[in-house]
């Protein structure tokens, strides 16, 4: 086992305090920094080449694309296990209770959402005895 993360992480500082080994060669950051997640691809393939893992874990959305790019580009076999933790709000969700300010479409989706009808609720008068 080992856990690849951005070097001074939280993660990072607490996983050597266990004495679990850490790789400190990605940033993980946004996707829309091409030269960073390229960066990261290569560094955790190479990894992956390395160790051999039998299974990748991830859990954030960059860190997970990175590992699927890692895993075709340099033809790992592990299997990769993906586990999403939601610690952002949803935002449909805050929009829907009022939360924040929303655009047309979500109006739209919201007027959509309140006029459909419950499962079964079209049928429940057919299913009436008389």
Known sequence: ?????????ALAERAKAAGIPVFTGVRLQKANRLISFFRDVV???RLGRAEAFDWLHTHGSQDTWATVCARWFFRLRAPILSTRHNTKPV????????????????????RWLKKKPANGARNASASKPR
Not at 3 to 8: D, H, L, M, T
Not at 95 to 104: D, K, T, V
Request: hydrophobic fraction near 45%; proline fraction near 6%.
């Open 1 to 9: 086992m080992a856990i690849a993360c951005p070097a001074g992480s």
């Open 43 to 45: 560094a955790l393939g």
């Open 91 to 110: 935002r449909f969700l805050r929009i829907y209770l009022g939360e924040i300010p929303w655009g047309s479409r979500e109006r739209r989706l919201v």
